[in-house]
Nanobody
Framework: QLVESGGGFVQPGESLRLSCAASGIIFRPYAMAWFRQVPGKQRELVAGITSSGRTDYLDSVKGRFTISRDNVKNAVYLQMNSLRTEDTAVYYC????????WGQGTQVTVSS
């Protein structure tokens, strides 16, 4: 089971750090990713990280978001800086290929 946390309500320009943990799943061998979804739209991949630590990002978040992983803690993180209103969404983690059932996600709301 995937468990995301760290979301909240922030103003534009502020930061949040999302965390992803799991029970019964070992992240180490897998490329991991953060996704987000807004009502009425498809879920989109925001950031990915390979098992060796190589990262890639959605163009609109490059330079603002940073994905990282801690294989000892079996956790994945998303540091989100300079948040914009268009970043408002429910954020989910999963393997990059979405191999596992989706968790509840964590709501991020950016509004003035």
């Amino acid at each position: 089971q995937l468990v995301e946390s760290g979301g909240g309500f922030v103003q534009p320009g502020e930061s949040l750090r999302l965390s992803c943990a799991a029970s019964g799943i070992i992240f180490r061998p897998y490329a991991m990713a953060w996704f987000r979804q807004v009502p009425g739209k498809q879920r989109e991949l925001v950031a990915g990280i390979t098992s060796s630590g190589r990262t890639d990002y959605l163009d609109s978040v490059k330079g603002r978001f940073t994905i990282s992983r801690d294989n000892v803690k079996n956790a994945v993180y998303l540091q989100m800086n300079s948040l914009r209103t268009e970043d408002t969404a429910v954020y989910y983690c999963n393997s990059k290929l979405a191999l596992w059932s989706w968790g509840q996600g964590t709501q991020v709301t950016v509004s003035s």
